[in-house]
């Protein structure tokens, strides 16, 4: 744990190549030290033993719902992944057999750039002005997806998330936590993806359906939200679901996922 030290005019927290360590626990008590180490590779925020339960919300931007042939919806779509979901903002996606090409069955591999929250004490059944006094910082996660178990192999008539979105990896996220202090306002950053270089979604958090305060209540209404809880916020619209001609993403592809003022994860696909 530490607090990175950026290079001249950078704000992205991957370029980072040193940090004063912090002593004590970032989700309680801790004192930034100006002891300096040099970062030798690009871990989790937090160790997946840390974190109690990875909370994602589907179809939160309205230009997404409509390119998924989605209505939008009244309320927070929720779903789960496994901790073991979660990885590191610069190792391989692992993508095993029963997720590549086979048979008549195609790999329909999509990537999804989502805002982070992660939570730093207990919440229950707060309200919306409450939320973000129990938000520890905000980060940038990769919500790795196969339409073919999600939908095509999914519970029709609805997706089945867990399938298309669960597997080991499958949960890129990073490269830091940046305080709320340095980001009160989460609805007002950039976020974007870019595919073996080339941009394919490129939005705002302004425009998500659900803000960060609403997401943090929601999720508290009858169920204790922990310290080390991340919560995936949704996706904007460029993904290759509803798209006439999809590229879906092959054994070889890096995938960059990006939010502002944070930083960005880098990632390849690797068939295992």
């Given at each position: ?5 950026l290079?001249?005019d950078a704000?992205d927290a991957?370029k980072?190549r040193?940090a004063?360590?912090i002593?004590g ?9 100006k002891?300096?180490?040099t ?8 160790p997946?033993?840390?974190v109690?339960?990875?909370?994602c919300?589907g ?11 989605q ?6 779509i929720?779903?789960?992944k496994?901790?073991t ?6 190792d ?5 057999a ?7 069955f195609?790999?329909t591999?999509d990537y999804?750039?989502?805002?982070v929250?992660?939570i ?7 309200s919306?002005?409450?939320a973000?006094?129990?938000?520890l910082?905000?980060a940038?996660?990769?919500?790795v997806?196969h339409r073919?178990?999600?939908?095509d192999?999914g519970g ?10 669960g ?14 202090d ?18 394919m979604?490129?939005d705002?958090?302004?425009?998500m359906i659900?803000?960060?305060k ?6 508290s ?6 310290p080390?809880?991340v ?6 619209a460029?993904v ?21 003022d944070?930083?960005?994860?880098t990632?390849?696909l690797?068939?295992?």
């Amino acid at each position: 744990m530490g607090d990175a030290i950026l290079p001249l005019d950078a704000t992205d927290a991957s370029k980072s190549r040193s940090a004063r360590v912090i002593e004590g626990d970032i989700l309680g008590n801790f004192t930034i030290t100006k002891q300096v180490k040099t970062i030798k590779k690009l871990l989790s925020p937090l160790p997946n033993e840390r974190v109690r339960t990875v909370r994602c919300v589907g179809f939160n931007y309205a230009a997404h719902d409509g390119e998924a042939g989605q209505p939008i919806p009244g309320w927070p779509i929720l779903f789960y992944k496994p901790f073991t979901a979660l990885n590191t903002p610069s190792d391989d996606i692992p993508i095993t057999a029963g997720y590549q090409t086979q048979g008549n069955f195609t790999s329909t591999m999509d990537y999804e750039t989502e805002l982070v929250v992660v939570i730093k004490k207990k919440a229950f059944n707060i309200s919306d002005d409450e939320a973000l006094d129990h938000v520890l910082g905000y980060a940038v996660g990769h919500d790795v997806s196969h339409r073919g178990w999600q939908i095509d192999r999914g519970g029709q008539p609805e997706p089945q998330f867990s399938m298309g979105k669960g597997p080991d990896g499958w949960a890129p996220w990073g490269p830091a936590i940046v305080s709320t202090d340095l980001i009160p306002d989460p609805q007002t950053l950039n976020i974007w993806t870019k595919v073996n270089g080339v941009t394919m979604q490129n939005d705002t958090t302004a425009n998500m359906i659900f803000g960060v305060k609403h997401l943090v209540s929601f999720f508290s209404m009858g169920t204790t939200l922990l310290p080390g809880d991340v919560i995936f916020t949704g996706t904007p619209a460029g993904v290759n679901l509803g798209k006439a001609n999809p590229v879906w993403l092959a054994n070889g592809d890096t995938v960059e996922v990006g939010l502002e003022d944070v930083g960005t994860c880098t990632n390849t696909l690797r068939y295992v």
